[in-house]
């Protein structure tokens, strides 16, 4: 069958692993024959997690009334059967001279148009902006709340994380999905709950395809309402204090000046 005379699908998909993330795209052929109420079906896909293509595969699998019998994978490069009638096809078509067509469609069929996929959708990025806050300050036992955004990233796959100490947080963090604004960008945002600790570090980090590194955002506490009013407090005694301070110096240099001595 040619694949041009059927329609293809593609779809991205997002990959988190050890804290990396790719790509992976997906091209899709499906074929499926009713007859007599059996189903046959027919799928090919053309799979790839990096744009130079080295991890570029094919597979082509059979499936007979939804149960999977034979497949062709580019990397075995044969057919492999699972079931006794998908080994004895495996074995019948891996003695064929068409199983050389079916190693030639990943450099035929594959790699072009993954290479085109890759060009005109996955490697048009836009870096997520970020913005990080407190939802809630801690008090009276409470844990205090902070809020780690990312707003109007292209494509949708994206992972969000905190550390504490340079160490990734496991524990009291909730994240949403990745949610579409409806202008082919995306936002998604994370919850950390922590009890602040005097000298501590908390970093959210953003992995994105639109970055080669992580993007990672150090949390600089700010000085809650009650305790700028303590400093605004001290510091106007303070300076009070010098004002009185000095002008009660200037006050004693100038009697002190006036003062005659009279010989004994």
């Not at 570029?56 to 079931?83: C, H, L, M, P, W």
Request: with cysteine; proline share 4%.
């Amino acid at each position: 069958m040619n694949w041009s005379s059927v329609s293809q699908t593609l779809s991205v998909v997002g990959c988190r692993d050890k804290m990396l993330l790719s790509l992976q795209l997906l091209l899709l052929l499906t074929l499926t024959i009713r007859t007599d109420g059996y189903f046959y079906t027919m799928i090919k896909e053309c799979i790839a997690s990096s744009a130079d293509l080295t991890d570029a595969e094919y597979i082509d699998t059979y499936y007979f009334n939804k149960v999977k019998y034979v497949q062709f994978n580019s990397t075995k490069g044969r057919f492999v059967g699972f079931t006794e009638f998908g080994l004895e096809t495996a074995k019948k078509w891996n003695n064929r001279p068409e199983v050389q067509q079916e190693r030639d469609e990943l450099d035929r069929v594959c790699k072009p148009n993954l290479e085109i996929q890759f060009s005109h959708i996955v490697d048009k990025t836009v870096k997520p902006k970020i913005r990080l806050r407190s939802e809630e300050e801690a008090s009276g036992g409470h844990p205090a709340i902070l809020l780690c955004s990312a707003y109007d990233f292209y494509p949708p796959a994206i992972d969000v994380y905190w550390l504490r100490d340079d160490e990734k947080v496991t524990m009291d963090t909730i994240s949403t999905e990745e949610m579409a604004d409806g202008d082919w960008y995306y936002q998604v945002h994370s919850h950390l709950e922590y009890t602040p600790t005097s000298g501590e570090k908390i970093s959210c980090v953003v992995e994105h395809a639109s970055s080669k590194k992580p993007i990672i955002y150090n949390w600089e506490p700010h000085v809650s309402q009650s305790e700028r009013n303590k400093i605004a407090i001290g510091a106007s005694g303070l300076v009070l204090g010098i004002i009185l301070s000095a002008a009660g110096f200037i006050y004693y240099k100038k009697k002190s000046s006036e003062r005659i001595l009279v010989p004994s």
